[in-house]
């Protein structure tokens, strides 16, 4: 097989799992042999390879099964399964080199009876829990034990037995006893953390624990389930080696641990990685010191084959002291201000006062119902207010965080991680938001834009918080922004609760890319309604307004030169283009070269109250949105037109995406082929001659806004979204 499909085969048995973490534990208990019965590393060095294959083999084979089990209901849910998208010819073959390497190790390996009861045994357990009639993986309280027991008790226990036989040794009834506690302890949580990562695909399916109960819940379940397994482990160390090691290694576990009680993690935490990195290593170190320097082989082995690469621990500790330090030194001057220079709260806070206000409201919504996270590129942009309108309209609390894939600050911008020197990276600054979602209890997070959906997704997957990614058109059409984040796109589609889009064309672009329908749900942006009230614009003077970001979408050069036709039939009317971006200063030189200047205003970046305060004195919304030749990027469905319509404005517009699904001709606007700027001046001269088509148009654009309940009711459905993907409050 090439190295390419090797690749992909690893890839899709999820073979890198069982590698990662299970062969490493593997392998410590067969060095906890080693340590009791002193053995050449020569004459242990074929069964080692032999236990390699065989934990590969075995792994496959069980990944292969629960897939052919779950092939209907993963094809339903659009999870990944070896059975659905492989050829007959590589399944056959992928079972063939399987099975050989689960079972040929056994030709040589000694076996007693013992060895074939935990053989019977592991086969019965994933049978029961995998397979029909039985499949007692959909039974919530037995799943955890029965994966536990087939996963991780019977094989550990089976090579610790087979090595024992091997070596002639004898462990303790009490070890075999902690190691039977740990491994089914490590198990349980083990495999609770995995149905929470699954849990947007259960919930289509069958309950889990996962579906049942809200992240923080079962993180603190699993908190202290992990407490105890780190303390079965320790007694483990002690019959392997001596109190010594047992004791320190618990203590600086433990110790790890506690520091990080408040960002339990549903990927990996401070006993998976020790398990996975250091605990092979460390017990091949005692060899050496036990045993000789030629296990000093098995070390440098072990190494290639379970690397450990760098810990941030330390620089993370460093980080936490200069945070509490900040903090004391921040309230010392808060209480000295209060009660030694009796100043009042507002002036003891001085510019943080406000936002104490808000922290204050925030979390009584919190403590009531809970909070969501909202994350977003930009923080102010004036082209996506209504992402804020979150925060006053919600229910919840709302944690807004910003400035970058993934986000670097909070709404008030201060740093998710304090320190601004080099030693700042993308695992701690993950690790921060990690631990910023536990702290806040967020029971979803809402990504605006597809490649923030991408970042934020290993950083819910790690903290169990559901995640609901919005995508608004220019994140799935543009050229660019697809080649850059299409792998991306396709995990998101996989892992993600949510997958909503701003008009049916990204919907439908969404569903192209292969988004499971279940999970698409249409939502254009929300627009305040009783900010924009309707206002009758018929009588108005001939002003034509433009609101948008100076993007090549919004075509703002088109806009102009329809205008350009339209003052010479009406030559008292005048434009205002409100917005900033790349083409503005075009658009200003492109007004001088036409001599028009002086009918064209750009007054720049407005807030709404603004924006509705020029709408109420216009009488014509103008917008030539196209796809743009080169990157083929699109509109989603313009909240600048949906504020126009809800107030009255009559709007003319191209055919484009989103807006004509707002937009029927003749009766709620009017809408012209794209690029066609003689049409668009020809609509717009008509709607200006005629008060009964201006009146007519805005007074149906109105009401079919407020008729709309995808439009008037976005604040219900994002609660009802949320109320059902947030799960219980723990």
């Known amino acids: 097989m090439s190295k390419r499909y090797m690749g992909h085969f690893w890839y899709k048995l999820r073979l890198s799992h069982p590698w990662r973490y299970k062969a490493p534990v593997l392998l410590a208990c067969v060095y906890m042999v080693f340590i009791k019965k002193q053995t050449p590393l020569s004459e242990m060095a074929p069964w080692l390879g032999l236990s390699l294959v065989t934990i590969v083999g075995i792994a496959g084979i069980g990944y292969l099964i629960n897939d052919f089990s779950d092939r209907q209901s993963d094809g339903k849910a659009g999870k990944p399964n070896f059975f659905i998208d492989t050829s007959q010819l590589k399944v056959a073959l992928s079972i063939t080199v399987l099975t050989c390497c689960a079972i040929g190790p056994w030709y040589f390996f000694p076996m007693d009876r013992l060895s074939w009861v935990l053989f019977t045994g592991e086969l019965v357990c994933f049978i029961i829990y995998s397979l029909p009639p039985f499949r007692l993986k959909k039974n919530i309280w037995v799943a955890p034990i029965l994966d536990a027991l087939y996963a991780h008790v019977l094989p550990v226990i089976l090579a610790t037995h087979t090595f024992l036989l091997i070596t002639h040794a004898e462990f303790s009834f009490l070890h075999m006893a902690a190691l039977v506690s740990w491994q089914l302890t490590l198990g349980i949580r083990l495999l609770i953390n995995h149905l929470v990562e699954d849990r947007p695909h259960d919930l289509l399916n069958y309950h889990t624990l996962a579906t049942q109960y809200s992240a923080h819940r079962i993180r603190r379940f699993l ?41 339990y993690c549903f990927v990996e935490n401070v006993p998976d990685s020790f398990y996975r990195k250091l605990l ?20 440098m082995i072990h190494m290639i084959l379970f690397p450990v690469g760098q810990s941030h621990e330390l620089r993370k500790g460093l980080s936490k002291l200069y945070q509490i330090g900040s903090v004391i030194v921040n309230y010392g001057i808060y209480y000295f201000r209060r009660f030694v220079l009796r100043q009042s709260e507002k002036q003891a806070r001085r510019e943080y006062y406000e936002q104490d206000l808000i922290n204050k409201t925030n979390q009584m919504k919190s403590d009531q119902l809970g909070s969501i996270t909202i994350a977003n590129l930009n923080l102010n942009k004036y082209s996506e207010t209504y992402i804020h309108e979150y925060k006053n309209q919600l229910p919840y609390g709302v944690d807004f965080l910003y400035g970058g894939y993934p986000p670097v600050f909070d709404e008030f911008g201060q740093p998710l991680i304090k320190s601004k020197s080099s030693i700042n990276s993308k695992r701690q600054l993950q690790d921060a938001i990690v631990q910023r979602l536990n702290k806040t209890r967020s029971r979803l997070v809402l990504a605006h834009f597809g490649p923030m959906a991408v970042s934020m997704l290993p950083i819910c997957r790690a903290a169990g918080v559901p995640m609901a990614a919005y995508f608004h058109a220019y994140d799935v059409h543009h050229k660019d922004q697809l080649e850059a984040h299409l792998t991306g796109y396709l995990d998101v589609f996989n892992h993600a609760h949510l997958l909503i889009g701003s008009s049916q064309e990204v919907i439908k672009k969404l569903d192209e890319m292969g988004a499971p329908v279940q999970k698409l749900k249409y939502l254009p942006a929300y627009v305040d309604l009783t900010r924009f009230t309707y206002v009758d614009h018929s009588s108005n003077q001939p002003n034509l307004l433009s609101v948008g970001r100076f993007a090549d979408t919004k075509a703002p050069h088109l806009t102009i030169l329809a205008f350009k036709q339209v003052l010479e039939e009406v030559p008292n009317a005048h434009l205002t283009m409100i917005g900033d971006g790349e083409l503005l200063e075009a658009s200003i030189s492109l007004t001088k070269a036409l001599q028009i200047d002086h009918r064209v205003s750009f007054p720049g970046a407005r807030s709404p109250m603004e924006v509705y305060e020029e709408m109420k004195n216009s009488r014509v919304f103008l917008q030539h949105s196209i796809t743009t030749p080169l990157n083929h990027d699109k509109e989603g469905t313009p909240v600048a037109i949906m504020e126009a319509m809800a107030c009255g404005l009559p709007v003319i517009s191209t055919a484009h995406a989103g807006i004509a699904e707002l937009i029927s001709h003749e009766q709620n606007g009017l809408l012209i082929p794209e690029l066609e700027i003689a049409r668009m001046a020809e609509q717009t001269i008509r709607c200006l001659k005629s008060v009964e088509l201006s009146k007519k148009l805005g007074k149906n654009a109105s009401e079919s806004i407020r008729s709309n309940p995808l439009i008037t009711d976005h604040m219900r459905i994002i609660t009802e979204m949320i109320n059902h993907f947030g799960l219980k409050q723990g």
């Not at 389930?225 to 618990?250: Q, R």
């Not at 092979?280 to 000789?292: D, E, K, S």
């Open 280 to 299: 092979g290593g460390g017990l091949t170190v005692v060899l050496i010191f036990t045993h000789g320097s030629a296990y000093v082989l098995l070390l």
């Open 223 to 263: 908190w202290y389930t992990m407490l105890i397994e780190l303390l079965l482990f320790t007694s483990v160390l002690f019959f392997a080696s001596n109190l010594f090691i047992s004791i320190s290694t618990g203590l600086v576990l433990l110790a790890f641990t506690l520091k990080q009680k408040s960002r």
